[in-house]
C-alpha cells in the first residue's frame, strides 16, 4: 500500500477529514494527520481536544478486499501495528481487546476503525491515536491514561510525532498486505494473541450495551470477537463493549 501523507495544522478530527475525503474518491493509503485537534472522536461517541504534537492523531483510508464479517480485524491489526511502534522504543505493552494498546494497563493509545460507502465501494477510515506527552489528556486521566513521554527520563528520546507516523505506516502496510493475503486474518489473529494478555485466561468485567458481565477471557472467535467463559461456564460471543480487568477485592486477601 502507498500511503500519501497529509499534514493539517489543526483539524477537529482526523477520521471526519478522512471519511470526506474517502466519499470524495480519495485513494487508498491516504492519511490524515492532525497536530492539534480540537474534537476527537473514540467509541461511543468519546470526545477530547489533543494538544499540539501532545500525540500523533493519525486516520488512514482503507479500500480493503475482505468479506464484511472479517473488517473488525482491522482493528486487531492496528493494535499490532502499534505494539510494533512502540515496541522500538524500549516499551512494554499490552493490547486490550478491542482496541486500546497499554503500559502496565495504562492506556497510552486508542484506535477506531469507521464504514463508509462510496463511489468506489467501502472505505475503512482506521484512526489511531497515541499520547507523545502528558498533555494530551487531562489531569483526571492520569490513573487511567499515560504516554511515552511518562516512560522515559531523558526528554530527547521522546519520538516526534513525524517519526512515529514514519514507523508506524511501515508496520501498518506490512500487516495489512499480510491481512489481504490468503490465510491472513488468522494470521492476524495470531499475532494479536501473541501480543496480548487479554486473549485468554483474563478475569474481565465486560460493559456491553445494557448488561455487565464478569467472566474469563477465552479466545477469539475467527471475525475477532472476545469469547467470555461466564463463572457459570457459559460461553458468551462479545462483538462490541468495554472490558476491564477485574481487580482482586483487598478484602478477600
Not at 13 to 39: F, H, K
Not at 138 to 146: C, F, H, I, M, Y
Not at 153 to 177: C, F, K, N, Q, W
Not at 204 to 218: E, H, K, P, S, Y
Amino acid at each position: 500500500m502507498q500511503v500519501t501523507i497529509k499534514t493539517f495544522d489543526s483539524l477537529g478530527s482526523t477520521n471526519t477529514e478522512a471519511l470526506e475525503m474517502a466519499r470524495g474518491g480519495a485513494d487508498e493509503g491516504v492519511c490524515v494527520i492532525a497536530r492539534r485537534q480540537t474534537a476527537g472522536r473514540g467509541r461511543h461517541g468519546r470526545k477530547w481536544v489533543s494538544e499540539r504534537d501532545a500525540g500523533l492523531a493519525f486516520s488512514i483510508i482503507l479500500r480493503p478486499a475482505l468479506p464484511p464479517e472479517s473488517l473488525p480485524l482491522i482493528t486487531l491489526m492496528a493494535g499490532v501495528a502499534v505494539h510494533e511502534t512502540l515496541t522500538e522504543f524500549g516499551l512494554v505493552l499490552d493490547i486490550k481487546w478491542v482496541n486500546d494498546v497499554l503500559i502496565d494497563e495504562k492506556k497510552i493509545s486508542g484506535i477506531l476503525a469507521e464504514t463508509t460507502m462510496t463511489d468506489k465501494g467501502l472505505a475503512v477510515i482506521l484512526g489511531i491515536g497515541i499520547n507523545i506527552r502528558s498533555s494530551n489528556f487531562p489531569p483526571e486521566l492520569a490513573d487511567r491514561a499515560t504516554s511515552i513521554e511518562d516512560s522515559f527520563d531523558d526528554p530527547e528520546r521522546v519520538p516526534t510525532p513525524e517519526r512515529l507516523t514514519a514507523i508506524l505506516t511501515g508496520h501498518l502496510s506490512r500487516l495489512y498486505e499480510k491481512l489481504l493475503a490468503p490465510g491472513g486474518p488468522e494470521t492476524i489473529l495470531g499475532d494479536w494473541r501473541e501480543r496480548s494478555s487479554y486473549f485468554a485466561g483474563k478475569r474481565v468485567t465486560v460493559r456491553a450495551f445494557d448488561q455487565t458481565l464478569i467472566g474469563t477471557t477465552d479466545g477469539l472467535e475467527p471475525s475477532g470477537a472476545l469469547r467470555l467463559r461466564k463463572d457459570d461456564g457459559e460461553i458468551v460471543i462479545i462483538q462490541a463493549g468495554d472490558v476491564e480487568q477485574l481487580r482482586a477485592d483487598p478484602g478477600s486477601l
